[in-house]
T-cell receptor, first 115, second 109 residues
Framework: DAGVIQSPRHEVTEMGQEVTLRCKPISGHDYLFWYRQTMMRGLELLIYFNNNVPIDDSGMPEDRFSAKMPNASFSTLKIQPSEPRDSAVYFC?????????????FGPGTRLLVL | QKEVEQNSGPLSVPEGAIASLNCTYSDRGSQSFFWYRQYSGKSPELIMFIYSNGDKEDGRFTAQLNKASQYVSLLIRDSQPSDSATYLCAANTGNQFYFGTGTSLTVIP
């Protein structure tokens, strides 16, 4: 398996522009997570899906952020409009079951810089 | 109070020594605990998990869990320069994963 795939790997944009991050989870995994990581705040969970349904979006910082999962093999995280404080590494992770032994598998991340 | 707390470090140990990384959690309902290693510029990768009280050993790594004290630790024996990374502790509450902010470890040759 190719693992979790994220695109783009790097994104540089200007303040006010729309940014769309993409994720393809590991085939067969029924949980998908979006995280943001910064030096100051560490790894923060933004939202997660189970069977394509958003379960908990309490980590989404504000209305400028939205996430969708139209099918089991694709998810997007959109920021509109983007701001410099959104600069971070955004990780997507997937997991098979919520059993206690089950871990998450992380994608390579998207490094976002908003100027 | 954060769900999972770690000492951010940095922690420096000489090559060949034992590195001890610690983590506390606040939710007594947490079911399992994970240690991830993250190299600079890379994504987190799982080292090991533990869900029963006591020790769990895997090669040079030993995870320790004390549910009464809500404490998890990771010991790295015979530390190598390649172990230099940030180590993330995570708790699975059954509904969500919570990550600590990570401890930076440097192994000095």
């Amino acid at each position: 398996d190719a693992g979790v795939i994220q695109s783009p790997r790097h994104e540089v944009t200007e303040m006010g522009q729309e940014v769309t991050l993409r994720c393809k989870p590991i085939s067969g995994h029924d949980y998908l997570f979006w995280y943001r990581q910064t030096m100051m705040r560490g790894l923060e969970l933004l939202i997660y899906f189970n069977n394509n349904v958003p379960i908990d979006d309490s980590g989404m910082p504000e209305d400028r952020f939205s996430a969708k999962m139209p099918n089991a093999s694709f998810s997007t995280l959109k920021i509109q409009p983007s701001e410099p404080r959104d600069s971070a590494v955004y990780f997507c992770a997937s997991s098979l079951l919520r059993s206690r032994q089950e871990t998450q598998y992380f994608g390579p991340g998207t490094r976002l810089l908003v100027l | 109070q954060k769900e999972v707390e770690q000492n951010s470090g940095p922690l420096s140990v000489p090559e060949g020594a034992i590195a001890s990384l610690n983590c506390t959690y606040s939710d007594r309902g947490s079911q399992s605990f994970f240690w991830y290693r993250q190299y600079s510029g890379k994504s987190p990768e799982l080292i090991m998990f533990i869900y029963s009280n006591g020790d769990k050993e895997d090669g040079r790594f030993t995870a320790q869990l004390n549910k009464a004290s809500q404490y998890v630790s990771l010991l790295i024996r015979d530390s190598q320069p390649s172990d230099s990374a940030t180590y993330l502790c995570a708790a699975n509450t059954g509904n969500q994963f919570y990550f600590g902010t990570g401890t930076s470890l440097t192994v000095i040759p």
